[in-house]
């Protein structure tokens, strides 16, 4: 009888790709979780197929970019405690910061604007700050996916984060993952002058 061959056991990797996000249904579909929407598009265009095994507190999944190992992860923490899977992951596969590659939502981007981001402070996102509290380390890229500020008069911050998706977001979504290969493949500068809004 023929045994099917178990694939090699992956030690280290090139790239780590954390979409933030909360686990549930309940915020399955909210502006929050555009990160987790991100990661399971990139899963599906690498081939990687559903984010469903389990390791350090996260979903994840290994693929192959041009003969690098790319790690795509979301965490099950909930946002504020991002840092705990995306950390032992880095460390376990060791990656480094800049090999840390971070899909946000941002509410200082208009709807459906995405920016490249090479590091610095957190910008008021909390899954952001824990990631950068745990690693001690703030030089790793970023993927912001704009959502908008809400109307302060209609709406509080949380409640607008934790809102449903609109259309021009998930265009910008859809976008994501190239932003993503396109660090890996070309470098941060080459993906930022991409696709960072001119002017």
């Avoid at 790709?17 to 399955?28: H, M, S």
């Avoid at 790319?70 to 504020?80: E, S």
């Avoid at 899954?127 to 704009?146: A, C, E, H, Q, T």
């Avoid at 290969?181 to 991409?194: F, T, V």
């Amino acid at each position: 009888m023929f045994r099917r061959k178990k694939p090699n056991k992956i030690e280290r990797a090139d790239w780590l790709v954390a979409g933030l996000g909360n686990p549930g249904r309940r915020d399955e579909t909210t502006r929050h979780n555009c990160g987790f929407f991100a990661c399971d598009l990139l899963s599906k265009q690498l081939g990687g197929g559903r984010i469903n095994k389990m390791k350090h507190q996260a979903l994840y999944t290994a693929c192959n970019v041009d003969g690098q190992t790319v790690l795509i992860v979301k965490p099950q923490t909930y946002m504020n405690l991002s840092g705990q899977s995306v950390r032992d992951f880095a460390l376990a596969f060791g990656v480094p910061p800049e090999h840390l590659i971070v899909v946000q939502d941002d509410v200082a981007l208009p709807a459906g604007r995405m920016r490249i981001k090479r590091g610095g402070s957190d910008g008021g996102h909390n899954g952001v700050k824990n990631i950068i509290y745990l690693l001690k380390r703030d030089n790793f890229p970023r993927v912001k996916i704009g959502v908008g500020a809400p109307d302060l008069q209609e709406q509080d911050m949380a409640g607008h984060v934790l809102s449903d998706i609109d259309p021009d977001v998930y265009d910008c979504i859809k976008r994501a993952p190239d932003a993503v290969l396109a660090i890996i493949k070309d470098g941060i500068d080459a993906a930022m002058q991409r696709f960072n809004p001119k002017g």
